[in-house]
Nanobody, 124 residues
Framework: QVQLVESGGGLVQAGGSLRLSCAASGRTFTSYAMGWFRQAPGKEREFIAAITWRAGTTFYRDSVKGRFTISRDNAKNTVYLEINSLKAEDTAVYYC?????????????????WGQGTQVTVSS
């Protein structure tokens, strides 16, 4: 099992930037990729981005391309999500997750471990 802890959320003004972090511990060697998801009140949890540990290959939801950047630091077992030009509709709880296989990285079903989430609130 992989343990994940997110940090970096908070209250930000529209147009601002934020960098979320996700620190992984435990059986990290079993993890193939990491993903970021978000869930707004009353909505389904949605995929944002994913990155593979070994090659650093990235995948993005079409609607966030250009504003969101996922990256990783293998030495620190940490994944980051940088969000620029924040909008009110980015307000959500952001979750990171670990996937043991390359299957269905854009789906919640493709992930084996989840963090507790970090709240991002964008004020307009």
């Amino acid at each position: 099992q992989v343990q994940l802890v997110e940090s970096g959320g908070g209250l930000v003004q529209a147009g601002g930037s934020l960098r979320l972090s996700c620190a992984a511990s435990g059986r990290t060697f079993t993890s193939y990729a990491m993903g970021w998801f978000r869930q707004a009140p009353g909505k389904e949890r949605e995929f944002i981005a994913a990155i593979t540990w070994r090659a650093g290959t990235t995948f993005y939801r079409d609607s966030v391309k250009g504003r969101f950047t996922i990256s990783r630091d293998n030495a620190k077992n940490t994944v980051y999500l940088e969000i620029n030009s924040l909008k009110a509709e980015d307000t959500a709880v952001y979750y990171c997750a670990a996937a043991n296989t390359p299957n269905r990285l854009a789906s919640t079903n493709g992930y084996d471990s989840w963090g507790q989430g970090t709240q991002v609130t964008v004020s307009s």
